[in-house]
């Protein structure tokens, strides 16, 4: 009989495999079908162990793998590259992170680049300044005592990632919940905690080291014309609302003086004729000042 998983349950094998294809570099599309085959490997599946898909001819194992990775890629974990290969997204490899533990892999950084000297290319090099001490910045998450010598679930690593699927509070390890200290996940749990606690701590960092930008908006300057001029057109206008009749506004209209918008349900004034203009609508405040001072 075959045992009936889900693409589901392939996804974090595929993830981790992935990561791992990739050298943990975010944005490094591999081949994909060696990331099936490392899939499988860490579940501890053969490729025919759950049969022929029907629709495709390809075994369902390959077939849960790259439906895992569809998945992920279509939440914004995977970076789809040319035909053939995968890849993952910060945030793909963020959650293979959290799923390493599981397969006994420990996640690491993407390498840097090698360092080219300037020398290679008969270049030559001013001496280097001082380099600015940034101000330190901790970030202090505590999460409890180690849990090294509990939680020894199953060697197999296939067998516990089942038993993480079926549990929903895995990852939210507790020092002083009773449940977590007769988990038998209780190490993998707390290793992902760990995992998950020291991305959170990193993202607070580069938010608390980042620049803040305060937008300035710019300011118009006015000739000494343009405000007189400006002035003399305000003052005629609210000589023309002195008189003005009040109405109740039922509509969006624009207020001949300040130009901003007198919006429905509000009392507002109309006058006839505005210097030489025809009349138009006005704020009370603005036709008005003085009954409002």
Same mark, same amino acid.
């Given at each position: 009989?075959?045992?009936?998983?889900?693409?589901?349950?392939?996804?974090?094998?595929?993830?981790?495999?992935?990561?791992?294809?990739?050298? /943990?570099?975010?944005?490094?599309?591999?081949?994909?079908?060696?990331?099936?085959?490392?899939?499988?490997?860490?579940?501890?599946?053969?490729?025919?162990?759950?049969?022929?898909?029907?629709?495709?001819?390809?075994?369902?194992?390959?077939?849960?793998?790259?439906?895992?990775?569809?998945?992920?890629?279509?939440?914004?974990?995977?970076?789809?590259?040319?035909?053939?290969? /995968?890849?993952?997204?910060?945030?793909?490899?963020?959650?293979?992170?959290?799923?390493?533990?599981?397969?006994?892999?420990?996640?690491?950084?993407?390498?840097?680049?090698?360092?080219?000297?300037?020398?290679?290319?008969?270049?030559?090099?001013?001496?280097?300044?001082?380099?600015?001490?940034?101000?330190?910045?901790?970030?202090?998450?505590?999460?409890?005592?180690?849990?090294?010598?509990?939680?020894?679930?199953?060697?197999?690593?296939?067998?516990?990632?089942?038993?993480?699927?079926?549990?929903?509070?895995?990852?939210? /390890?507790?020092?002083?919940?009773?449940?977590?200290?007769?988990?038998?996940?209780?190490?993998?749990?707390?290793?992902?905690?760990?995992?998950?606690?020291?991305?959170?701590?990193?993202?607070?960092?580069?938010?608390?080291?980042?620049?803040?930008?305060?937008?300035?908006?710019?300011?118009?300057?006015?000739?000494?014309?343009?405000?007189?001029?400006?002035?003399?057109?305000?003052?005629?206008?609210?000589?023309?609302?002195?008189?003005?009749?009040?109405?109740?506004?039922?509509?969006?209209?624009?207020?001949?003086?300040?130009?901003?918008?007198?919006?429905?349900?509000?009392?507002?004034? /109309?006058?006839?004729?505005?210097?030489?203009?025809?009349?138009?609508?006005?704020?009370?405040?603005?036709?008005?000042?003085?009954?409002?001072?």
């Amino acid at each position: 009989m075959t045992t009936k998983m889900t693409p589901a349950d392939f996804r974090p094998a595929t993830m981790v495999a992935l990561a791992t294809a990739c050298d /943990w570099r975010a944005d490094y599309p591999v081949p994909f079908q060696p990331v099936v085959n490392k899939a499988l490997a860490l579940m501890g599946l053969t490729e025919d162990a759950l049969g022929i898909n029907k629709a495709t001819g390809q075994p369902q194992t390959s077939r849960n793998c790259q439906m895992a990775y569809k998945y992920a890629a279509d939440n914004g974990q995977g970076k789809r590259g040319k035909r053939g290969k /995968w890849g993952l997204t910060q945030e793909g490899l963020n959650e293979a992170s959290m799923h390493a533990a599981t397969f006994g892999i420990t996640p690491r950084t993407a390498p840097k680049a090698p360092k080219v000297l300037a020398s290679t290319f008969g270049v030559t090099v001013a001496p280097t300044m001082a380099p600015t001490i940034a101000p330190t910045v901790g970030v202090s998450i505590a999460l409890g005592r180690s849990t090294a010598s509990i939680g020894d679930y199953h060697p197999d690593p296939y067998i516990r990632s089942l038993a993480i699927a079926q549990t929903p509070c895995f990852g939210s /390890w507790s020092a002083s919940a009773p449940t977590c200290g007769g988990c038998p996940l209780g190490n993998p749990c707390h290793n992902t905690l760990t995992t998950r606690a020291s991305a959170i701590a990193a993202r607070l960092i580069q938010e608390a080291l980042a620049p803040k930008v305060t937008k300035v908006p710019p300011t118009v300057l006015q000739s000494k014309a343009e405000q007189t001029s400006t002035a003399g057109v305000a003052s005629t206008m609210i000589a023309a609302f002195k008189d003005a009749d009040e109405f109740f506004n039922r509509t969006d209209v624009t207020c001949v003086i300040c130009g901003n918008d007198i919006v429905p349900g509000v009392r507002a004034l /109309w006058a006839e004729k505005v210097g030489q203009d025809p009349g138009g609508m006005a704020h009370k405040e603005c036709g008005q000042p003085h009954n409002h001072n």
